[in-house]
């Protein structure tokens, strides 16, 4: 975590007017996040919702993508889960809010795909977002991420 000091000294900011608008380092944390989300949510509902000449199946692939970019708006509500939990609880449960929220998101799409997929699919959907992240951080070695999301999918469509 990155202190107050550094932030208003970055920021140019002086600690008294930082204090002025978010009152506390969590309180700054939790409205960070919160913007975070809410950006997220809009991408996610452009995508899934307003993306009519898009595939479900594409749909799917590009949230995944969406989402297991170590550049891109989800992975600082990832890292806020194992970071924020005991320190900054309201952080956390911005975090666990949209992981909720996306999960349903997915289901959605998924019975789309296919009637009879379970909200356990969704969660494995998400699961597979967060070991590529996690797999991306841990090697240098080529990320085979997208050939597990391919064989889910085909796995999940093939099953009557």
Request: charged share 30%; net charge negative.
């Amino acid at each position: 975590m990155v202190g107050v000091d550094k932030i208003v000294k970055e920021t140019e900011v002086n600690k008294m007017t930082f204090y002025n608008y978010f009152h506390s380092k969590e309180r700054f944390i939790e409205i960070c996040l919160i913007v975070q989300k809410e950006r997220l949510q809009d991408q996610v509902v452009a995508l899934v919702e307003y993306d009519h000449d898009t595939s479900t199946i594409d749909k799917l692939k590009k949230l995944y993508v969406l989402h297991t970019d170590l550049e891109g708006p989800y992975y600082l509500l990832f890292k806020a889960i194992f970071e924020t939990k005991n320190s900054y609880p309201k952080a956390y449960k911005t975090a666990v809010r949209y992981r909720t929220w996306l999960t349903n998101e997915v289901y959605s799409q998924l019975r789309l795909l296919k009637t009879d997929a379970s909200f356990t699919d969704a969660k494995l959907f998400l699961y597979m977002i967060e070991g590529a992240i996690i797999q991306l951080l841990g090697s240098d070695a080529a990320d085979e991420s997208e050939i597990v999301l391919e064989y889910f999918l085909r796995f999940l469509t093939s099953i009557k």
